[in-house]
């Protein structure tokens, strides 16, 4: 992570307390790069010696953040993935099941806060997205996202614009330059025995889960709040490990009663 000619390379990070897990659960229509950056602004404690604000969470590359919402996950639900998914050939559903730590991750550390790219014959300047950059063309239409994607990254064309292929050539090297997260499951259908590659977005996949929880969570504040008298707000701060902790201690007090 370069920041401002800076490189961090520690990020601390605090596992989500009920209050991340209800606000994720109520705002699934919220656009992913912009729960990123809510969720990063309240879970990470540290990055390297800078106070953490929602500017800063902005300014990290995509990959950086997508990686610290993979220990996010890890940190609050384990590090085991179960999940479900159709098969492109005959449409059945199939279990999949993995480790985070299984994620393919290339740190690619970031030395300088641009590159420069020769094409034809100029010279062309350019620096990697960031989530800010994600957030900043959310109102685009998706056919022009990824230009004013890449206009935003753009520090110099050499003093001509940038052909498509020129385009291509230069996001094709950002791609080279930039860390990388990505999971991509080889997986053979027990129905059809279809084998295929599927792209797993683990950060989706996340904020879904959390979508799901969101109704447990609820009747977890509810056993809590009517057997420990605690109010809603002082369980929303538990964290998820410690409030499950509690709930077991009373289920085995209510079934020895």
């Known amino acids: 992570m370069l920041q401002q000619d800076q490189v961090l390379n520690m990020a601390m990070l605090r596992p989500l307390s009920g209050r991340e897990e209800e606000w994720l659960a109520q705002h699934r229509d919220v656009p992913s790069a912009m729960r990123v950056s809510w969720l990063l602004n309240a879970c990470m404690v540290a990055l390297g010696d800078r106070p953490v604000d929602r500017d800063l969470v902005q300014q990290l590359l995509v990959a950086d953040r997508q990686y ?16 479900v998914v159709s098969c492109p050939s005959c449409n059945q559903k ?4 993995f480790h985070l730590s299984d994620v393919p991750v290339e740190p690619r550390i970031q030395s300088v806060p641009s590159y420069a790219l020769e094409i034809s014959d100029r010279i062309v300047q ?8 994600q957030e900043a063309v959310l109102e685009t239409q998706t056919e022009n996202a990824v230009a004013e994607l890449l206009n935003r990254c753009l520090l110099s064309d050499g003093g001509k614009s940038l052909s498509s292929e020129e385009d291509d050539a230069v996001i094709a090297e950002m791609e080279r330059l930039a860390p990388q997260v990505e999971l991509e499951l080889d997986l053979t259908c027990p129905e059809c025995s279809h084998r295929f590659l599927l792209p797993f977005d683990t950060t989706a996949f ?4 959390m ?14 709040a009517f057997y420990y008298h605690w109010s809603e707000a002082e369980i929303l701060k538990l964290e998820r490990t410690r409030r499950r902790a509690y709930l077991r201690l009373l289920n085995e007090s209510l079934s020895q009663d």
């Open 206 to 209: 996340f904020f879904e889960e």
């Open 211 to 224: 979508v799901l929880r969101g109704d447990t969570l609820l009747r977890e504040i509810h056993a809590l």
């Open 94 to 97: 199939m279990d999949v099941d």
């Open 68 to 83: 610290l919402i993979l220990q996010l996950r890890r940190l609050t639900l384990g590090n085991q993935v179960q999940a």
């Open 126 to 133: 350019f620096r990697l997205p960031t989530g800010g950059d």
